[in-house]
């Protein structure tokens, strides 16, 4: 009886161990350029399966054999900050009280608005009416047209607007100058926009990233393999979905590369980068971006945050990113209840940082 405990033990240590080297690779690759290997790239995907399997090994050491517990804990310290990025839990930081200084952010991939589904039976569209009734000083929508009725009604509250190619912006700080970037891949990925902030000029970046392309059959066939738990039919459907994302790293990694330049080409001065990055919290794309800005989810938000919310395919791909020497995050929020796009708004409060 002892010999097969001790063979259980021993087998299950080998497994944690396993699990955490690779949640550790997860990590590793997000060092390493997609342009160089995507396929590898991939595997950051796979990172809340390992980091899930290695919480639920602590809690089968606690039951199982208590002097085995370190092994799951140090995994997990060890990568402790990818795990806040994925997962932030600030529910014991108090909120900064409201102050002169707070600058409300707002980003949204609207998926033309929300298209159909969102139109009311009183002509109104969903969509527009939160957006209008947010509060936010500053409003980066992707995916956008200008629809000339709710611009009227923002400018009449106070905002100003620009619209290049698919992004829309109302800010009620003064907009200098407005124009868009074409970076790697499918041209203009961002639109640039200086806003004057007191007496500094923040420079706005909203981006919406290379997309994976995945088509609605793609997709839904995807979903369907899920549903019947059928491996061959799951890998055969998986096939084409790691194709275009194969394809779509490299292309996302190289913009990330010049929007970082762009970045660090007006730092010192404020900075404030927003909207669809199409990669998640652990990836190549966000930890380039991360290296000279804060994430204000990370910062001042709680759970998952998923932004992307097809089924089957939860993820956090929308991101708020500011200069941390300016700002702080003092609370974010992923607003659930607008769920028309396939994207959910994200919003957060920077305080400004006194000097």
Not at 107 to 135: K, M, P, R, W
């Amino acid at each position: 009886m002892k010999v097969l405990k001790s063979l259980f033990v021993q087998l299950f240590t080998g497994a944690n161990i396993v699990t955490i080297l690779l949640l550790w690779a997860c990590c590793l690759f997000t060092y390493i350029s997609p342009a160089a290997h995507p396929r590898l790239a991939l595997l950051t995907l796979t990172f809340p399966a390992f980091l899930l399997v290695n919480v639920l090994f602590i809690l089968f050491w606690l039951v199982f054999k208590v002097k085995r517990v370190w092994i799951p804990l140090v995994g997990l310290m060890a990568c402790a900050s990818f795990v806040r990025d994925y997962l932030p839990l600030n529910i014991f930081t108090k909120g900064k009280a409201v102050e002169d200084s707070t600058l409300s952010i707002l980003t949204y991939n609207t998926h033309s608005f929300g298209g159909a589904e969102a139109v009311q039976e009183d002509g109104t569209n969903i969509v527009c009416n939160y957006l209008a009734n947010s509060n936010a000083d500053i409003i980066c929508l992707q995916e956008s047209s200008n629809k000339q009725d709710f611009t009227d009604e923002m400018v009449g509250k106070g905002y100003e607007f620009a619209f290049r190619k698919e992004f829309l912006l109302y800010s009620r700080l003064h907009i200098i100058e407005v124009d868009t970037l074409a970076l790697e891949g499918k041209p203009c990925h961002a639109m640039r926009a200086l806003l004057q902030d007191g007496s500094d000029t923040l420079m706005l970046l909203s981006v919406h990233l290379q997309s994976n392309l995945l088509s609605p059959e793609m997709k839904e066939a995807y979903r369907e393999a899920l549903r019947k738990h059928e491996s061959d039919s799951l890998s055969k459907e998986l096939s084409p979905i790691v194709q275009l994302l194969s394809a779509a790293l490299p292309q996302r990694a190289a913009q990330a590369d010049s929007i970082a330049s762009i970045v660090a080409s007006w730092l010192p001065k404020p900075v404030i980068l927003c909207g669809d990055f199409n990669d998640t919290p652990i990836s190549y794309t966000h930890r380039v971006l991360t290296r000279q800005l804060t994430s204000a989810y990370r910062q001042s938000g709680n759970g998952l945050g998923f932004t992307f919310h097809e089924k089957g395919f939860p993820v956090r791909i929308d991101h708020i990113l500011f200069d941390g020497n300016t700002w702080e995050s003092s609370s974010s929020q992923v607003v659930k209840h607008i769920t028309c796009s396939d994207h959910f708004p994200i919003r957060t409060k920077l305080r400004r940082k006194q000097p």
